[in-house]
């Protein structure tokens, strides 16, 4: 269950890597590497913790099925929320939350099936997608939107649900991946390696130490399960001692292949001290040693910045190896179309957006226009340096146009995809009107 997890949360904050310049991916390589890889030294009193710890491992990584509810919060420093680039400066929201709750099940390991629902809360947006996956077909349900610059963007994948079978000329369907993830490698790397050597590199993660134990707490319940209860802390020395060992044995399994032997983790290594103030606690089933909670609170920042970016993670587990199965929607949309639609109705908003931009510098163009000529008469066919017509040829092709003058007035207008008008006339009006009074009109205004 750790290995799906970390790898639906890898997808969901890979958007987050470029927001805080890649300063929280060493929050992911902490959670998805084996957060139950523990220091051997910590003094875990009668019990053997160890051993306990390491079954805790084990069973996560073979565990066929489980329930799951977790929220991640980040708090972003304002000095470090706005980010420029060479075409704009945006902001990024200061306080941002998501939560991931369902179940999965891979007894069938042809058919894995997934069932989450992710709601997400950032300054202006919110917005909730529910995901299943059933029969290697994925479904999605968008809903809940709340910005409205994305709500237009959206619309056409609003409230309904959407599907993505498998490749039927490839009969490629979509699979869990088989070892435990590490998020230190790329899939591209980790396509080259073998199943050999992928069992070194898990038992290699298995055996890392990279949190020390700080206290073993009172026995408590999660979830009606009497648990182990204990504080842990980050062990950047051992990370960096895995990170180390990984990077040798990739390059030395590799020394003939270009992409393996450029595999390098030594980013990873430097940003293992952006991260400060790290707490965590975990609940392990005192029965059956399975994880059923787990609660980490870290700031990221440069070594002498005070301006941290905060992230409390909170996950809460049950129902290990339990026989689940996902519904399958009904009615459900191929996504194709729904992108195909979609493409239809922003082709459709951007010529409205033109088609509006273009005609309304005809306003300001009539004016010097009759400045020059002392009358608008002649404004609509002139091809001079103020005349109507250089800026009307630049419309969309196929537009409808008309544009009719007199010595006094003159008015001019477009239809839109709407199969409205968009109409200026020399008094100044620019907008929409059902449909011109007239062919020959001069004034927008009935």
């Not at 590497?33 to 051997?40: E, M, P, T, Y």
């Not at 704009?88 to 069932?115: C, K």
């Not at 134990?213 to 979830?223: A, E, R, V, W």
């Not at 049950?318 to 194709?336: A, E, H, L, R």
Request: net charge positive; charged share 20%.
């Amino acid at each position: 269950m750790g290995n799906l997890l970390c790898y639906n949360k890898t997808i969901i904050n890979h958007g987050f890597l470029f927001m805080f310049k890649n300063k929280i991916i060493i929050a992911i390589f902490i959670l998805c590497l084996g957060v139950f890889s523990f220091d051997a030294h910590a003094d875990t009193g009668s019990v053997s913790m160890n051993k306990v710890y390491s079954e805790a491992l084990k069973s996560l990584q073979e565990s066929k099925s489980g329930s799951f509810d977790s929220t991640v919060k980040i708090k972003i420093p304002k000095q470090n929320n706005t980010i420029q680039n060479s075409l704009s400066t945006f902001s990024i929201p200061q306080d941002i939350t998501i939560s991931a709750n369902g179940f999965y099940d891979t007894f069938d390991s042809v058919n894995p099936q997934i069932n989450t629902k992710i709601s997400v809360s950032a300054g202006t947006f919110a917005g909730d997608l529910e995901i299943r996956l059933k029969d290697s077909t994925l479904y999605g349900y968008l809903s809940n939107v709340s910005n409205v610059m994305l709500l237009s963007f959206a619309s056409p994948y609003l409230n309904k649900w959407f599907s993505i079978p498998s490749n039927p000329k490839t009969n490629q369907s979509i699979v869990l991946p088989k070892m435990p993830f590490n998020s230190s490698i790329d899939p591209n790397t980790l396509s080259k390696l073998t199943d050999e050597q992928k069992t070194y590199i898990s038992n290699l993660t298995s055996n890392a130490n990279f949190i020390t134990i700080k206290d073993n707490l009172p026995t408590d319940s999660i979830n009606n399960i009497p648990s182990y209860h204990f504080t842990f802390e980050i062990n950047k020395e051992g990370i960096k001692s895995y990170l180390v060992s990984l990077e040798s044995y990739i390059k030395s399994s590799g020394k003939n292949d270009s992409l393996l032997s450029s595999f390098d983790t030594k980013n990873i290594q430097s940003s293992l001290d952006m991260l400060k103030d790290f707490n965590g606690e975990a609940w392990i089933g005192i029965d059956d040693h399975m994880l059923y909670k787990i609660s980490t609170n870290f700031n990221i920042g440069d070594l002498n910045s005070t301006n941290t970016t905060n992230i409390n993670l909170v996950s809460v587990f049950k129902d290990w190896n339990k026989s689940m199965s996902v519904i399958t929607p009904v009615g459900s949309v191929p996504f194709q179309s729904i992108i195909d639609k979609g493409l239809v109705q922003t082709k459709a908003i951007t010529t409205d957006v033109s088609i509006k931009s273009i005609a309304n510098k005809l306003r300001s163009q009539g004016e010097l226009f009759s400045n020059t000529s002392n009358s608008y008469k002649g404004f609509c066919r002139s091809r001079s340096t103020y005349g109507a017509y250089n800026i009307a040829k630049t419309l969309p092709k196929n537009s409808v146009y008309k544009c009719n003058d007199s010595t006094k007035i003159w008015a001019s207008w477009v239809k839109l995809t709407t199969k409205d008008y968009w109409c200026i006339d020399s008094t100044g009006f620019a907008g929409s009107i059902s449909k011109p009074k007239s062919t020959n009109a001069l004034s927008c205004k009935k």
